[in-house]
């Protein structure tokens, strides 16, 4: 059920009360973020969270439905949505309950299978087009790693192709060229200092929705390339949409020469529909890595796909792959999964969000347009972000460069002044969640009104 005890427009009540109260109270924060600070880089648990500060010091204490509250007791609709995880509202009632029943019959076993296991996996085998067997994990990045384990596994190779703009987590593996700066556009470009320089050798790079860039490389690589991997609809820089052509080029030229093609579903998994973007565009992978979504915020990931592939984790003599994790297959984590997939199937949540989703583009490209301000709105379904100093649909990460991004940080500082909260990295976006409703949309087209006529 996706119901509160309250309806969600209260959720904006109480964020307009907060902005005229001129009393509240902030001194527990400042406390609180300078001790993190001494002892926790940039006082956060990533780079991405600490960013938060960019519009000011914030230590959060709740969440419920689609408002998260301060430990100063400022309230805010969230857009952020912890990256994304937050598909039914924040604190659901009933994901939170199954978590708890699991809780009580222990948290982990660590040795044999459990019921919770095997049904989970049972929803993901009946409902992702791809996937005929399942690993479980406890993050997307943990997915992406075990799946090219597996492809070069199968294929005996070491290279592997990802797309410029694609994120497909903080490993060496494929923490490349995801946001190369404009003179290293087409290289192949390490995200972190002390990345594995072999690793970063045999990550191959090519423009997003190019098709025969794509397949060059997949032929030209075909004895050394051991999988081809892209986010669908790549996220990580507010929304590319793929050409139906280049994906099927891709599943095409990869079955051709026996590459394994992963698609990276971590972000649009059970967001964009209980069958991901594969059962949208109708192009089946080999290997499917979902997270996020799937759990609602709990930490539950999971690799799927092609049985001879998965079978290669057996665990057996006749098995060399070790996919391992202690807290892989925990029981709160795929309590949580089960409630969330059952929810979403049968309240068609997507159904909803991709019309909400579609109002907040309008709306927000229309006052664009009313203020004269040079920007447009990327997004799909329930994902949308607006981009300054660029115009035109991009269809590659070449098409990103160039935002406004001083801008980008002024909207977000601004609308979190009239209590909606987003990350202000002008690459990331949006998020809706079912918690979201006409109230929340009317409100944020309304500060976003004000603060657009200010820039």
Same mark, same amino acid.
């Given at each position: 059920m996706t119901d509160f005890d309250r309806t969600e427009s209260d959720d904006v009540n109480r964020v307009e009360d907060m902005?005229?109260?001129?009393?509240?109270?902030?001194?527990?924060?400042?406390?609180?973020?300078?001790?993190?600070?001494?002892?926790?880089?940039?006082?956060?648990?990533?780079?991405?969270?600490?960013?938060?500060?960019?519009?000011?010091?914030?230590?959060?204490?709740?969440?419920?439905?689609?408002?998260?509250?301060?430990?100063?007791?400022?309230?805010?609709?969230?857009y952020h949505l912890g990256f994304g995880p937050i598909i039914l509202g924040h604190a659901h009632e009933d994901v939170d309950a199954?978590?708890?029943?699991?809780?009580?019959?222990?948290?982990?076993y660590g040795a044999g299978t459990t019921p919770?296991?095997?049904?989970?996996?049972?929803?993901?085998?009946?409902?992702?087009?791809?996937?005929?067997?399942?690993?479980?994990?406890?993050?997307?990045?943990?997915a992406t790693y075990h799946a090219i384990r597996l492809a070069r596994a199968a294929t005996g190779n070491e290279k592997v192709l990802k797309f410029e703009g694609c994120y497909h987590g903080w490993h060496d593996y494929v923490d490349v060229s995801v946001y190369p700066p404009a003179d290293r556009v087409g290289e192949r470009y390490p995200e972190s200092d002390g990345?594995?320089?072999?690793?970063?050798?045999?990550?191959?790079?090519?423009?997003?929705?190019?098709?025969d860039a794509a397949e060059e490389i997949v032929r030209d690589h075909s004895d050394d390339l051991a999988a081809v991997i892209l986010e669908p609809v790549p996220h990580s820089v507010g929304c590319l949409h793929?050409?139906?052509?280049?994906?099927?080029?891709?599943?095409?030229?990869?079955?051709?020469?026996?590459?394994?093609?992963?698609?990276?579903e971590v972000i649009s998994g059970f967001r964009h529909s209980p069958h991901g973007v594969q059962g949208e565009v109708n192009v089946?992978?080999?290997?499917?890595?979902?997270?996020? &979504?799937?759990?609602?915020? @709990?930490?539950? %990931? /999971?690799?799927?796909?092609?049985?001879? +592939?998965?079978?290669?984790?057996?665990?057996?003599?006749?098995?060399?792959?070790?996919?391992?994790?202690?807290?892989?297959?925990s029981l709160p984590g795929l309590a949580a999964a089960r409630e969330t997939i059952?929810?979403?199937?049968?309240?068609?949540?997507?159904?909803?969000?991709?019309?909400?989703?579609?109002?907040?583009?309008?709306?927000?490209a229309d006052l664009l347009e009313d203020h004269g301000v040079d920007g447009r709105v990327v997004g799909h379904r329930s994902i949308f972000s607006v981009q300054f100093g660029v115009r035109g649909e991009p269809r590659t990460y070449e098409d990103v460069l160039g935002l406004d991004e001083e801008r980008f940080h002024a909207f977000a500082a601004g609308m979190r002044e009239r209590g909606h909260f987003f990350t202000?990295?002008?690459?990331?976006?949006?998020?809706?969640?079912?918690?979201?409703?006409? &109230?929340?949309?009317?409100? @944020?087209?309304? %500060? /976003?009104?004000?603060?657009?006529?200010? +820039?």
């Open positions: 902005k005229d109260d001129s009393s509240t109270n902030r001194d527990r924060t400042e406390p609180i973020v300078d001790r993190a600070r001494e002892i926790i880089p940039g006082g956060a648990q990533t780079g991405l969270r600490a960013q938060a500060y960019d519009t000011g010091d914030v230590a959060f204490e709740s969440a419920s439905g689609a408002t998260l509250t301060t430990v100063a007791g400022e309230q805010y609709i969230d199954a978590a708890r029943a699991a809780i009580d019959d222990g948290v982990l919770l296991e095997v049904e989970v996996a049972e929803r993901l085998v009946d409902l992702v087009p791809s996937v005929e067997m399942v690993n479980f994990c406890n993050s997307g990045s943990e990345m594995l320089p072999a690793a970063v050798e045999n990550t191959l790079v090519a423009p997003f929705n190019d098709s793929p050409r139906t052509e280049f994906l099927e080029t891709l599943r095409e030229v990869t079955e051709v020469h026996g590459v394994p093609l992963i698609f990276d089946t992978p080999d290997l499917t890595c979902v997270a996020k &979504a799937l759990g609602n915020g @709990y930490p539950v %990931a /999971a690799v799927g796909g092609r049985s001879d +592939l998965l079978a290669q984790a057996g665990g057996d003599n006749e098995s060399g792959v070790v996919i391992s994790g202690t807290y892989s297959g059952d929810t979403i199937v049968a309240e068609d949540v997507q159904a909803s969000l991709t019309d909400l989703g579609d109002r907040y583009r309008d709306g927000l202000p990295n002008p690459y990331k976006r949006h998020h809706l969640s079912a918690a979201h409703d006409e &109230a929340h949309l009317e409100s @944020y087209l309304e %500060a /976003a009104d004000t603060v657009l006529a200010e +820039l």
